[in-house]
């Protein structure tokens, strides 16, 4: 259903170039074909009974992608879709408060063995919660997720939960982007890639200015706690 989405934003986009940009393109034959797919999803990519989409087309697993899907546009933060959603997925990836991509014993995927927490999508965890406005929720799993840094304040691929210790490959940029996109949002800050430059807020370049994010009561660890408020 993630892939599906993500046709869907890239025609949307392709949509706003002509619309926003005006640059040349069929762009009746992409509203249609941005319609279209958004219709597909919409029947076959939602569970009704359960109030979720799911990970793919007939299944009754989930995917923690799913979480994105407000924040490409494909559906508004307060359709009961998204909220329903956002529910399912902590409450049936989660593992120690943490999520999982997918349960792996029941996709698959092509790989052996078990996989840790995926800590880019308890970013996004955190990212829907705050679009919900659960914010309380959003910071407290923010705040853990700080926690997770290690000695010089990065993170990895994923996390063990049960042995606590890093997982994957280390340093990760996803989870370290991650990291800042759920710092902008809990801050309050536009998260919008396309948005104009007038449009968005620039304050956060002031700071990162002083040492960066050098706490020297932490013995020199990276921390991220200006880039938000509680």
């Known amino acids: 259903t993630h892939s599906k989405v993500m046709a869907w934003a890239g025609v949307d986009r392709a949509v706003r170039s002509v619309e926003d940009q005006r640059l040349d393109g069929p762009v009746g034959r992409w509203r249609g074909l941005r319609d279209e797919i958004h219709h597909d999803v919409c029947a076959n990519g939602f569970d ?3 109030n ?6 007939g299944s009754d697993e989930l995917d923690a992608a799913l979480l994105l899907i407000p924040r490409v546009g494909f559906l508004p ?8 959603t956002v529910d399912a997925v902590q409450a049936g990836l989660s593992e120690d408060g943490l999520v999982l991509r997918y349960r792996p014993e029941k996709t698959d995927d092509g790989l ?7 800590l880019a999508c308890s970013f996004w965890l955190a990212d829907a ?16 997720l700080l926690g997770l840094r290690n000695d010089v304040g990065l993170l990895s691929e994923e996390y063990d939960a049960a042995n606590h210790r890093h997982l994957g490959n280390t340093p990760q940029a996803y989870s ?15 998260t919008t890639t396309s948005a104009y430059p007038q449009d968005q807020d620039l304050s956060l370049a002031s700071d990162l200015a002083y040492p960066p994010g050098v706490d020297p009561g932490r013995k020199g660890q990276p921390t991220y706690g200006h880039l938000y408020s509680r």
């Open 48 to 50: 009704l009974e359960r």
């Open 52 to 57: 979720t989409f799911t990970q793919s087309y």
């Open 77 to 84: 933060w307060d359709d009961p879709r998204v909220a329903g």
């Open 112 to 118: 052996p063995g078990s996989e840790g927490v995926f």
């Open 129 to 144: 919660l705050a679009g919900l406005g659960r914010t309380r929720q959003a910071t407290d799993l923010f705040e853990r």
């Open 176 to 190: 370290m982007v991650g990291l800042i996109n759920t710092a902008r949002q809990l801050r309050g800050a536009r």
